[in-house]
């Protein structure tokens, strides 16, 4: 449903007919996906070229993980960078640069296995369709980054707060942005419940 209503929309918006965004738009297709939190077996996600070019400062030694394209965990592959609480992880692009958008992946624990059995029987997958009276509770999953905050940062030391969370359960935040920085850093504050922000991607275009 997600990729026919993207390819949908790609077909309006360039006036093709469903195979002409086949053989036209495939690539577009999947980057678009994959942008939106889409997984694609052995795809990668194209990292926005201001990303790429940009001096990355963080202390964690998997940083470079931010910037490999695949925003979950595969096989033995983490892909994640662990950071503390209070830690910040830094793009740096030299100069004051116009800069859109911000685009986080956080770990939603997608790999859990947190139902309790009823009956001998596993109770559900983690995304439940109904909930019946004596469904067990659900939480936001502890791997989750709860607070954070996004700085940009001027030529001359100023900084701004181009977002402060308190209350984040999304695994995919894109929060746009106007205005001209020379770094952008991204500051996690609290989960909601692990000790330290496991973070798949920090993107700014």
């Known amino acids: 449903g997600q990729a026919v209503g993207a390819a949908a929309a790609i077909a309006v918006r360039d006036g093709l007919s469903p195979r002409g965004v086949y053989e036209q738009k495939l690539a577009e297709l999947k980057q678009t996906l994959m942008d939106d939190d889409c ?3 052995f795809n990668v996600r194209a990292i926005p070229q201001l990303t790429a070019d940009a001096q990355l400062k963080c202390a ?3 940083a470079g993980n931010l910037r490999n394209g695949s ?10 960078c662990m950071l503390a609480l209070g830690e910040a992880v830094e793009l740096d692009f030299g100069c004051e640069t116009p800069i859109s958008q911000v685009r986080i992946v956080w770990d ?3 790999n859990r296995d947190t139902m309790p059995e009823i009956g001998g029987q596993p109770w559900a997958k983690n995304m439940l369709h109904n909930r019946t009276w004596h469904s067990p509770d659900f939480y936001v999953p502890k791997t989750m980054t709860r607070a954070y905050r996004v700085e940009g940062v001027k030529a001359d030391g100023a900084v701004d707060v181009l977002r402060e969370e308190s209350n984040n359960y999304q695994r995919l935040n894109k929060i746009a ?4 920085y020379q770094a952008v850093r991204l500051i996690p504050l609290a989960t909601w ?3 330290q922000s496991h973070i798949f991607a920090f993107d700014v275009r």
Request: hydrophobic letters at 25%; zero cysteines.
């Open 39 to 41: 997984y694609l077996p």
């Open 71 to 80: 925003d979950r965990p595969i096989g033995e592959n983490d892909n994640g």
């Open 177 to 180: 942005v106007q205005g001209a």
């Open 60 to 62: 964690a030694e998997n």
């Open 193 to 195: 419940g692990n000790e």
């Open 108 to 110: 939603s624990d997608l």
